[in-house]
């Protein structure tokens, strides 16, 4: 199988919701941030091209769909779908995507899948041969979510998915129709089913974590997002998934992190992870 990194829109979050009870004097040293206390973040897919020749795209990022005062709220500079365009160079267009595998549905892992905003004009789906996969639990949680969670999604998302006929629900390690190398896991600290996917490739397992792990400066076990719903809980799904990466020699993949995408996972002596970049 192959395999491209696809990077999308960046967005700028705040840092202190993205660290969570961690001190600024320590996150803005990994991570400065900017005159309104925002930090920098990708929102990077991966786009898999199985054996036989389906493409697969894992995620699509926060996409164009914000109009300009939710744009600039977010910090997204960019006028365009970022990810489309990086689609196209690496070789494919909209069309060409099989399937995409949602992790979950908050609007800067999905809001890839809408059509750029445009005054006037009514979203669409920018994948029109593509099937999306959303894991049964989450899906059930983004119709009817807590109200500390609800404006982490985009209602029009959800419709237009349902819509599509398009949409498959996976519960378990798999799903029928998807025939190729990849296992389900899953998380519920950051958000109820979080979908993590292990991708076995010819001479490695990836894994895509999403948001358990946005970025090297959260494989620190302590250091949780305050967005998280229930941050312990994301500590101890950090430490097994980790421990499980170790275990396979696999690589860690980070959706959020603004420099490395790849990385192998190491734990010193006295049991503290760490990492070793690789792209």
Not at 111 to 136: D, R, T, W
Request: aromatic content about 12%; overall charge negative; charged content about 25%.
């Amino acid at each position: 199988m192959h395999t491209w990194i696809i990077e999308g829109n960046r967005q700028r979050l705040d840092g202190g919701s993205m660290f969570g009870n961690a001190p600024k004097a320590l996150w803005s040293k990994w991570n400065p941030p900017d005159e309104s206390n925002r930090i920098l973040l990708s929102c990077r897919a991966l786009l898999v091209q199985t054996s036989s020749g389906k493409n697969i795209l894992f995620e699509t990022g926060i996409g164009n769909f914000f109009e300009p005062k939710l744009k600039e709220r977010f910090g997204i500079d960019e006028n365009e779908h970022v990810l489309l365009k990086n689609l196209e160079m690496a070789g494919f267009k909209p069309h060409d995507i099989d399937s995409v595998i949602l992790s979950h549905l908050h609007f800067d892992h999905a809001g890839g899948l809408l059509s750029s905003y445009a005054e006037n004009e009514i979203f669409k789906l920018v994948f029109p041969k593509a099937s999306f996969y959303v894991g049964q639990e989450h899906w059930m949680r983004a119709q009817n979510p807590h109200i500390r969670e609800q404006v982490s999604f985009i209602p029009i998302i959800h419709q237009l998915l349902k819509d599509s006929q398009r949409l498959r629900l996976v519960e378990g390690e798999s799903h029928p129709d998807l025939d190729f190398g990849v296992k389900f896991h899953y998380s519920h600290g950051h958000t109820i089913g979080l979908m993590i996917s292990e991708i076995f490739l010819e001479d490695t397992s990836v894994f895509f974590v999403s948001d358990l792990i946005p970025g090297k400066s959260w494989v620190h076990l302590p250091i949780v997002m305050g967005y998280d719903r229930f941050p312990e809980q994301t500590v101890n799904e950090k430490k097994q998934i980790l421990e499980k990466i170790i275990d396979s020699k696999g690589k860690l993949f980070f959706t959020h992190d603004p420099e490395i995408a790849f990385a192998h996972v190491q734990k010193d002596s006295q049991g503290k992870f760490f990492i070793r970049p690789l792209a």
